[in-house]
C-alpha cells in the first residue's frame, strides 16, 4: 500500500504559478503509475497528469497541455504538479492517484486505487 499526502494548493490570480506536490509513504514508490486529477465545482473528477511507473509519459489533458508539467523523484517518494498560466477554470480540488504495476497508461479514475485527500486551487480574475 501507499499513503499519498498533496500540498502547494492555495488561491492565485489568473496568469499566477503554482506547484502541487504529492509526497508517497510506503514501499517500492518507484512501481506506482503517479496521477493527478481535479474536480472542479459541479462537475466530475477529471484527469489532468500523469507518469506511467515504467517511465511511460508524462501525459497530460488537452485542458493543461503546455501549461503544465508533471515530474516524479523517485528517491524522495514526491510528484510534482507545476502549473503556470492558471485561469479560473484551473479553479478545482486537486488530488494525487496512484496505482501499482499497470500495462499501460490508463486517464480513467477508477483504474487508481490509492488517493490522497486533495488540495484546493482557486485562481481569481
Known amino acids: 500500500q501507499v499513503q499519498l499526502v498533496e500540498s502547494g494548493g492555495g488561491l492565485v490570480q489568473a496568469g499566477g504559478s503554482l506547484r502541487l506536490s504529492c509526497a508517497a509513504s510506503?514501499?517500492?514508490?518507484?512501481?506506482?503509475?503517479m496521477t493527478w486529477f481535479r474536480r472542479a465545482p459541479g462537475k466530475e473528477r477529471e484527469f489532468v497528469a500523469g507518469i506511467q511507473w515504467s517511465g511511460g509519459g508524462p501525459y497530460y489533458a488537452d485542458s493543461v497541455k503546455g501549461r503544465c508539467t508533471f515530474s516524479r523523484d523517485n528517491a524522495k517518494n514526491t510528484v510534482y504538479l507545476q502549473m503556470n498560466s492558471l485561469n479560473p477554470e484551473d479553479t478545482a480540488v486537486y488530488y494525487c492517484?496512484?496505482?501499482?504495476?499497470?500495462?499501460?497508461?490508463?486517464?480513467?479514475?477508477?483504474?487508481?486505487?490509492?488517493w490522497g485527500q486533495g488540495t484546493q486551487v482557486t485562481v481569481s480574475t
Open positions: 510506503g514501499r517500492f514508490f518507484s512501481t506506482y503509475t
Open positions: 492517484a496512484a496505482s501499482r504495476y499497470g500495462a499501460s497508461f490508463s486517464r480513467r479514475d477508477v483504474d487508481y486505487a490509492y
